[in-house]
């Protein structure tokens, strides 16, 4: 199995280290990230630049590495181009979780999304980081368990995986509707000039049943998603009772 993996965070990140050293237990990996970190990039890609494919400056164990200066989605659209026959995309292991409306603009969910688009499966992987960096030793068997649960079948799904910081086990889960308190916070940097912080508080308790639901609860997220957003519910009812002739 030809593995790919790539991130938001970049090239540098532990998070893609773990990943990819994870990743090494199923099949033959690769690693294409971006040079510098691209978070919350959402599923942007570069048209108006040419992108450059490097190696990396730093070493993964037994494990090609590159770097590009690029989003997420070009390092996915650009590293499957550049390795034939690429079997799944990776994408992670993010320092952030990535639940509910945060999917929208996760450039890792992005990367996932990006190879479902060329249709090949992607998993997008998350866990909580704060004042200091996840222990990716305490996940890595979590990690490994998860995988080996969603790479059984050669199918081009989409997959959302969140890790808590000390798992207790794994559930499936649907994506929940996140409504922040949308406050911004005004500031002064050093140098006296105003700057502005958004909050991203969720003003709800999480639904049981939902990914955030079980991070909070100590559970591994994995959440199926696909790629059409149709609302089948109100297609049909606009179809029935406002029709465009």
Sequence with gaps: MRILVTNDDGIYSPGIAALAKAAAHF???????PDVEQSSMGHAITASRPLFYKKSPITFEGIDAYRVN??????????????????????????????????????TLAGAKQAVLLGIKGIALSTPAGKTEPDFDKLESFVIETLGILLQDSDSCLFNVN??????????????VRQYDGRIIPGMDPLGRKHYWFTVAPLDAAEEGTDRWAVENDYVSVTPLRLDLTNEEELKKQIEFNPIH
Excluded at 27 to 33: L, Q
Excluded at 71 to 80: E, F, I, M, N, W
Excluded at 82 to 100: E, H, P
């Design 27 to 33: 099949g033959e990996v690769r690693v294409v990230a």
């Design 163 to 176: 890790f808590p910081r000390e798992p207790k086990g794994i559930k499936w889960t649907r994506q929940s």
């Design 70 to 107: 690029g989003t997420p989605a070009d390092c996915v659209a650009l590293g499957t181009h550049l390795w034939a026959k690429t079997d799944v995309v990776l994408s992670g292991i993010n320092l952030g979780t990535n639940l509910g409306n945060a999917m929208w603009h996760s450039g």
